[in-house]
């Protein structure tokens, strides 16, 4: 079959809730645009999509904190005092968004983009299987930081004679395999949020679960209960501006609850109680202190474990979600695999294991491997190191060192200035809690380093007035459909040269604030990640700021303290900014 080239105005890689946002955003600023959307599965959603869908896969909100500003979602079978988010919920409101803003027909799925180079037209996407070629002036990369599983080295040699062993991307399409009777015994490993889910899972089947968790990582991450107290919805509670004070966040260092909060001890020790409280709340919770193989799970982090969120957060949705996990179905274990010979497990320890299915909950690999090493560079995405351990301070010094003769920026002075700057106007983080385990990980050297203004735009790319590409996604919040509307129509006039960015001295000294205070504020999430899981306000008030638009959209200074804001609070942002445009377009031509 003849190779096609094909020619766009912008490309969007991903489907998920940044992709579709941002398709239908350029759309409204650009009719006419030529705008594709590039997808490697066979139907929207990202990490929503239809295959990778499972009995009891629940988001962790409640219903109205987990949609688009302008498009409400549905309850569950219509019932609207139920307030969970299932999955397939999730999954046909993104099909039907995408049905409703005529988006479908602009996506190419089932095709996996391998190499994006920049050229004389913008970009050029190779992809795989295909001798198609794509060139987009512009490229919007919405891969998100769930899309490529990481495998560890012990499934490299499996072959016929071994269990059948797959990454917790695959639950949705294994599911059918692992229900069947002959499956009785089941290993999962890793201790993020998607092994508790697939470990639940399991034992809802009526599986007998090990679950090896090893020792010299995060260890298991920290679990909110639905409501505290049972009176209170926990989400609800985080998506407050009161809950922007609690949690100290660099984007938010002004204003008299700020200095009430951080720049006086007693203040302090009063956020260190709250969070002590939700702490304890949420160890009562899941009953770490029962006296059985619950109490491996607990976090290993000497206080305040919902706070710091070292391994990860999540938020139980399933009323029966720790009460399953108390069954005796399942067996905890810390340790870590080295082989699988046939249907044997072998450990680190020397142990043995005989299940009959494998999941690995592992994380996940180079969601921006589609570029080579100076793409990324040049973008300023962190180097992915194939062991899925952060690479050694020294060999990491060494690179730094070697790209920074490559770089228009000292990053180094930045994040030196940054690093006291952190630890001044937010003394509360300066005094880092105990790991029980792994205490290197909190190396600041070992931090991979997301050099994106406003997380969005290349640095260095825009300081040489570069406007070809705009990286979405890449913070993690409790609120991703709302923040991914925000930042994509940011980040789109950004690329249009419809607003303008500071200079290079700004844009790199806000880098590396956030990169200071990341690794500060999540210790080992913050060293992995661009996390920002209670902030998500403040975030939306730095872009807010920048286009000219109302952040505090509540009716009293009351509500605008104490109230949840929704994603329906900031309905209709997207025509505030083209009214104000077309006033400001009109005033000049006077």
């Known amino acids: 079959m003849a190779s096609e080239k094909v020619e766009v105005d912008v490309a969007i890689i991903g489907a998920g809730w940044y992709g579709l946002v941002s398709a239908r955003t350029f759309l409204r600023l650009r009719p006419e645009a030529k705008v594709l959307i590039i997808d490697s599965d066979n139907t929207v959603g990202g990490v929503w999509s239809k295959d990778r869908l499972y009995p009891n896969l629940v988001a962790q909100v409640r219903l109205g904190l987990f949609n688009y500003s302008d498009t409400p979602m549905p309850p569950n079978g219509g019932n609207p005092k139920d307030p969970r988010v299932t999955g397939e919920m999730i999954h046909e409101y993104l099909h039907k968004y995408a049905k409703d803003h005529d988006l479908l027909r602009r996506i190419r799925f089932n095709t996996f983009v391998t190499d994006a180079k920049q050229s004389a037209k913008g970009w050029r996407l190779s992809l795989r299987d295909s001798d198609d070629v794509i060139e987009a002036e512009k490229l919007l990369v919405a891969t998100g930081v769930t899309s490529i599983p990481y495998m560890p080295s012990f499934t490299e040699n499996l072959d016929s ?28 490993v890793g201790a993020a949020k998607s092994a508790y889910d697939a470990v639940y899972l399991m034992l809802s089947m009526g599986k007998q679960v090990t679950w090896v968790i090893r020792e010299d990582g995060g260890g298991p991450l920290a679990i909110l209960p639905f409501r505290v107290l049972n009176m209170v919805n926990t989400v609800a509670v985080a998506s407050t501006r009161l809950m922007t004070h609690l949690s100290p966040s660099i984007l938010n260092v002004r204003g008299p609850l700020y200095r009430l909060a951080h720049r006086n001890p007693v203040g ?16 009562v919770h ?39 996990l108390h069954s005796k179905n399942l067996t905890v274990v810390r ?24 999941v690995v909950c592992t994380g996940w690999g180079d969601h921006f491997g589609l570029f080579d090493a100076e793409h990324k560079r040049r973008i300023g995405l962190p180097a992915y190191h194939a062991s899925q351990d952060l690479y050694h301070p020294q060999e990491r010094e060494q690179r730094e060192r070697e790209q920074q003769q490559q770089q228009l920026v000292d990053w180094a002075a930045y994040d030196a200035e940054a690093d006291k700057l952190v630890d001044a106007k937010l003394p509360f983080l300066a005094r880092p809690p105990k790991l029980r385990q792994s205490p290197e990980l909190l190396d600041a050297r070992r931090q991979k380093k997301w050099l994106l203004y406003r997380r969005a735009v290349p640095v260095e790319m825009a300081a040489r007035g570069d406007r070809s590409i705009a990286v979405l996604g890449q913070i993690h919040t409790i609120q991703t459909p709302l923040v991914s509307e925000v930042q994509s129509l940011w980040a789109i006039l950004y690329l249009l040269g419809e607003i303008d960015v500071p200079s290079v001295d700004e844009m790199a000294a806000e880098v590396s604030r956030w990169n200071a205070w990341t690794r500060k504020r999540y210790l080992n999430q913050g060293q992995k990640l661009p996390y920002s899981l209670y902030d998500f ?8 700021a920048d286009l000219g638009l109302k952040s505090r959209r509540k009716s009293n200074p009351v509500s605008e303290v104490l109230s949840p804001y929704h994603p329906h609070d900031f309905n209709g942002f997207v025509d505030e900014y083209l009214k104000k445009r077309e006033a400001e377009r009109g005033s000049n031509k006077v």
């Open 286 to 324: 899941a009953g770490y202190r029962d006296g059985d193989h619950v109490g491996m799970l607990k976090p290993e982090i000497d206080r305040q474990s919902v706070f710091w969120s070292h391994s990860g957060l999540g938020v139980v949705t399933l009323p029966d979600f720790w009460r399953t």
């Open 537 to 544: 306000l403040p975030y939306i008030d730095s872009i807010f």
């Open 335 to 358: 340790d870590e695999i080295r082989a699988v010979k046939g249907r044997d497990v072998h450990l680190k320890s020397g142990g043995t294991l005989a299940p009959d299915y494998a």
């Open 268 to 283: 302090r020790w009063a956020v260190g109680r709250f969070w002590g409280f939700l702490d304890y709340v949420s160890g």
């Open 161 to 188: 004679d071994s269990i059948p062993v797959i990454h917790s991307r695959d639950l949705g399409t294994s599911y059918d395999a692992i229900q069947d009777p002959s499956v009785q015994r089941i290993v999962v």
